[in-house]
């Protein structure tokens, strides 16, 4: 049996029919970029996400770079965000010219420890990027606290979880600016590149509006610089295909998550993530063999990603899986304190414990919605051999 990451041709396969008819129906109006599909696509993403705004963007990494361009960022100014996190959070701070000030992660949820984040505030700080990693949320209440105490500007992240919640906010309408991203491993995957950028603020939605197109408003007469940063209406028509979809596509992610938990913490050495790790020092040796990930009782967790923690052998585990024919992904090897491109930020691996040692332990499995019950045991099955053998 052959088990990959993420299946798109299966999930897109059944869609077929109605995502030709999207395609047709682009392709004979002649509107390829913005216009109505796109209006439309906001829309419906608004209301899904319940956000007063909703920005149609050419990628996640877009909309970031468009929500710090948005709320005026730039040289001299630090923004805090996590190490242990894709490249784009923290490439998009410095690409406007701030400092992308890096933190530690908790090793119960992954997201940003906020303690870290907390000591690292300077009179020069002026955002918080929380990235709600794997489509675990972060905590909201605690960096909203942090955020106002310290009058900081909050861009969530939610490249990895359109869709989940914090409490009964969906994430990316509790900050400033909220990022999601369509990028096609995402739960909501289009077609090729894609990305929104969500605020509850009008002040800060007109501003996101005028700098997608060059900061042009009206024609030919810009009045900042902005950049392209448009979505293309093929995409947001094949992605209205699925978006009505995505409350399915979560609860299947959310099915297996829970039956791989089920039945890998009966595995000997093996034990879910607990809120007590957090405080266990980053450098003790973990008795488990396998960590499995915790929900917090306030996340609406969307599973973009089930990721385990193997403390020793993970590189041996993923090579068995894949001699059986069953894909895995290291997300993520490097933190961004360790990147060549931040040398001169000055970090040392180790000052940023969790983040150096969640990168060396970290491993996803397939969970996407498309996933068998058969392939999950066998997922479940290899695991244990390894684990037994
Ligand atoms: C946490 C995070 N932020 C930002 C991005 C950037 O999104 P995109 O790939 O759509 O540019 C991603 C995409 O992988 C991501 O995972």
Redesign the pocket.
């Known amino acids: 049996m052959t088990i990959p990451l993420l299946d798109s041709k299966a999930q897109n396969g059944v869609l077929e029919g109605e995502l030709k008819a999207a395609f047709e129906r682009v392709l004979r109006s002649g509107q390829f970029i913005l216009g109505p599909e796109v209006e439309k696509f906001e829309r419906d993403l608004a209301k899904l996400a319940r956000a007063k705004h909703a920005l149609g963007v ?7 770079l468009l929500a710090l361009m948005a709320l005026g960022l730039g040289p001299g100014d630090e923004v805090l965000c996590p190490s242990f ?5 923290a490439g ?1 701070v410095a690409r406007v010219g701030a400092t992308p000030v890096l933190c530690d992660s908790s090793p119960v949820t992954f997201n940003l420890d906020l303690r870290d984040a907390a000591r690292r505030v300077t009179p020069r700080t002026r955002a918080i990027i929380p ?3 794997f489509g675990q949320p972060a905590d909201m209440d605690a960096v909203m606290a942090l955020a106002k105490k310290h009058k900081l500007f909050v861009i969530e ?4 979880a359109f869709g989940a919640r914090w409490g009964d906010k969906p994430v990316g309408t509790i900050g400033d600016f909220g ?5 096609p ?2 739960n909501l995957g289009a077609l090729g ?3 929104a950028l969500l605020t509850q603020k009008e002040a800060h939605f007109e501003r996101a509006r005028i700098l997608r197109v060059h900061g042009m408003e009206p024609k030919y007469h810009h009045q900042f610089v902005g950049g392209n940063f448009r979505l293309d209406a093929l995409q947001a028509a094949l992605l209205a295909v699925k978006l009505p979809r995505l409350a399915a596509y979560n609860a299947a992610r959310a099915r297996h998550a829970r039956q791989y938990t089920a039945r890998l913490s009966r595995l000997p050495g093996a034990r879910l993530a607990m809120r007590g790790d957090a405080r266990i020092a980053p450098t003790v040796k973990e008795k488990a063999k396998l960590i499995l990930p915790t929900v917090l009782p306030e996340g609406g967790m969307i599973w ?1 990603q089930y990721t385990v923690r193997v403390p020793d052998r993970r590189e041996t585990l993923r090579g068995y899986l894949a001699g059986r024919g069953i894909s895995s992904e290291i ?1 993520y090897p490097i933190p961004l304190h360790e990147q060549a491109c931040f040398a001169h930020l000055g970090y040392q691996p180790e000052d940023l414990p969790w983040a150096h040692r969640l990168a060396g332990e970290v491993l996803s499995l397939p969970v996407y919605p498309e996933l068998g019950e058969a392939q999950i045991d066998e997922v479940c099955a290899a695991i244990g051999d390894f684990l037994r053998g």
Not at 179 to 183: D, H, I, L, P, Q
């Open positions: 050419s990628s996640g990494t877009d909309a970031l996190t894709f490249f784009a959070t998009c990235v709600h990693l992240d939610a490249a990895q990022v999601a991203s369509f990028y491993t995402k590149d894609a990305g973009n997300y």
